[in-house]
Nanobody
Framework: QVHLVESGGGLVQPGGSLRLACAVS????????MEWYRQVPGKQREQVAA????????YADPSLKGRFTISRDDAKNTVYLQMNNLRPEDPAVYYC???????????????WGHGTQVTVSS
């Protein structure tokens, strides 16, 4: 069974940095795409960034690209989100998502992590 586990969240001062990690465990064939989302209370979950198996990246908000960087280590089945210059509007629960081919046939399935809290406060 496949599991996604996020880590790296916490409390940081404005202007600070955090590096989130999401490790995928379990038996699988490939992970075509890995993404980060975030959600604040009372609002819908929103995409932050995505990265494909080929390493192509996309940031939902172009203004995030200069502060946030998504990357992946396929040897570890792990996706990262480096967040720099964190602002008061960045606090949220950050979720990892992965579209995974469990076998080398069939269709991929969607998996979510349980989230990690990011708090920005002085």
């Amino acid at each position: 069974q496949v599991h996604l586990v996020e880590s790296g969240g916490g409390l940081v001062q404005p202007g600070g940095s955090l590096r989130l990690a999401c490790a995928v465990s379990g038996s699988l064939f490939s992970i075509p795409i890995m993404e980060w989302y975030r959600q604040v209370p009372g609002k819908q979950r929103e995409q932050v960034a995505a990265i494909t198996l080929a390493g192509n990246t996309n940031y939902a908000d172009p203004s995030l690209k200069g502060r946030f960087t998504i990357s992946r280590d396929d040897a570890k089945n792990t996706v990262y989100l480096q967040m720099n210059n964190l602002r008061p509007e960045d606090p949220a629960v950050y979720y990892c998502y992965a579209r995974i081919m469990v076998k080398n046939w069939g269709v991929p399935s969607d998996y979510w992590g349980h989230g990690t809290q990011v708090t920005v406060s002085s």
